[in-house]
């Protein structure tokens, strides 16, 4: 017979029994679920809402469950449709009567939402570990090769040279934000639900408080309403989640061009590639590619919550259900794309002649040639005129701005000057970008330092 069964005449409908079952996915909260009962069992005991011995028993007997669950000797029933009704269905069969006393002053809906809370919160610092291992990784590539000449690109089109060493601290930067947002989601969540019951508490004198500290949140929630209806926690973890899929799926798609033959500015470690099966040439990125393709993954986790929720009356309802699966898919997904990508951005080796030869092309220092005249005192727009028919000139003839011959400046403005070609040179493009946040080496160096100093709090 079901926990609720005493308003009903009838069994349920074995398609209905099927249908609200949630056993099937919300089995992985037993730790939790377990964890916020004895709390509970605890406070009614302390606030004398059932004798101390009763509540010592129901936490020996939970205590019992939860070693027997991870032990593999517990196999839980659809007919108790969901982990609360399992634990306590398994609890009064040990126990007897005094384990019907665990649900004194609390619902489902409070339980529920506290176990939720509470996997969330442990789940969080696990993905923040691994971005920040894979921060310590793009640290490592960018000391490697502060001096790494390559294009930057805008709409795809080379545009100005960089460094590799600036292009890994560009990510880094971006997976900082990830890891604060996903700190900041931590500490909003941190509130208690459990004591709201249903939705109006109860008339049992519980202390929200003790149960709170108990299970390490820094206070209850403060309305009971809002705390059995509110998912924000989740639908924020999924926001963050896809935020951070979508960096690393920008950054796989800047691996998937890089290493192919069209640019072939990095090579993959065969460890992190695979082959094709009629094409024996192929090295195919394919974490690179499931890495992408699984944001769209996360993705639909967030639009899946933020459709079951934008419509719900307050407080609970079963539409709520349905909360866990996309929650649970994105964790899973997530903690499975970051370590190996992290792995495989390690393991790549990086081509510096390969780079250096592309950036040598496409006229990406012509904004350097129109700033040489600027400090020789042309106005910038008149200069921009200039570079743009030099450009010109050189797709005619197959030069570059570097081949030119210093006849060949003049016969455009006399104020170029054998200094030019120094002043084109790649590497003092880069390096005379010396502001705050650019390519140049001392530049990077502190942008490294930053996220150094950043990831040393984490670890600390």
């Not at 705390?227 to 963050?240: N, T």
């Not at 903690?335 to 393991?347: I, K, L, R, W, Y």
């Not at 455009?412 to 070609?421: H, P, T």
Request: with cysteine; charged share 25%.
């Amino acid at each position: 017979m079901k926990l609720w069964a005493g308003r009903f005449q009838k069994e349920t409908d074995t398609l209905v029994n099927d249908f609200n079952s949630s056993i099937g996915f919300d089995a992985r909260l037993y730790r939790q679920d377990i964890t916020g009962s004895i709390a509970h069992a605890g406070m009614l005991g302390k606030q004398g809402i059932i004798e101390q011995s009763e509540a010592d028993k129901i936490i020996d007997g939970l205590k019992a469950i939860l070693a027997d669950v991870e032990a593999g000797q517990v196999e839980f029933s659809l007919d108790n449709e969901d982990i609360h009704m399992n634990i306590e269905a398994l609890l009064t069969s040990r126990i007897g009567d005094t384990g019907k006393r665990l649900h004194t002053a609390r619902s489902r809906n409070d339980q529920v939402a506290v176990d939720f809370r509470m996997y969330v919160r442990e789940q969080i610092p696990v993905i923040i570990d691994q971005v920040v291992a894979l921060e310590k990784v793009l640290v490592n590539k960018a000391k490697a090769n502060l001096d790494t000449v390559m294009p930057g690109y805008t709409h795809l089109q080379r545009a100005q040279p960089t460094t590799f060493a600036h292009y890994m601290m560009a990510y880094a930067n971006m997976l900082r934000r990830d890891i604060t947002r996903l700190e900041d989601c931590l500490e909003r969540m941190n509130e208690c639900p459990l004591g709201a019951g249903a939705l109006a508490t109860t008339t049992y004198p519980v202390d929200r408080f003790q149960t709170a500290q108990a299970l390490g949140f820094d206070k209850p929630m403060d309305n009971s309403m809002d705390a059995v209806s509110d998912r924000d926690f989740a639908l924020e973890l999924l926001s963050d989640l896809s935020i951070l899929m979508m960096h690393l799926s920008r950054f796989s798609e800047e691996i998937i061009l890089w290493c192919s033959w069209e640019f072939k500015f990095v090579d993959l470690d065969d460890a992190y590639s695979t082959g094709s099966s009629i094409m024996p040439q192929k090295k195919n990125p394919d974490v690179a590619e499931l890495v992408r393709g699984k944001t769209g993954r996360v993705y639909g986790s967030l639009i899946t919550l933020l459709t079951v929720m934008k419509g719900l009356p307050l407080a609970y309802n079963k539409d709520m259900q349905e909360d866990k699966e996309p929650v649970f898919d994105a964790i899973d997904t997530v903690q499975m794309c970051v370590p190996v990508f992290a792995a495989m951005v390690d393991t790549l080796v990086v081509r510096p002649k390969n780079m250096s030869r592309a950036a040598a092309g496409g006229f990406i220092n012509a904004t350097d040639c129109a700033d040489y005249l600027v400090k020789k005192g042309m106005p910038f727009r008149e200069a921009y005129m200039i570079v743009g028919r030099l450009v010109n000139h050189c797709i005619k003839t197959g030069d570059t701005l570097d081949t030119l011959t210093l006849r060949d400046f003049r016969a455009i403005s006399g104020l170029f000057d054998e200094d030019v070609y120094e002043a084109l040179a790649l590497q003092t493009c880069v390096n005379g970008r010396q502001v705050y946040g650019g390519p140049a080496r001392e530049s990077v160096e502190k942008q490294i330092a930053n996220i150094e100093a950043f990831v040393a709090q984490r670890e600390g």
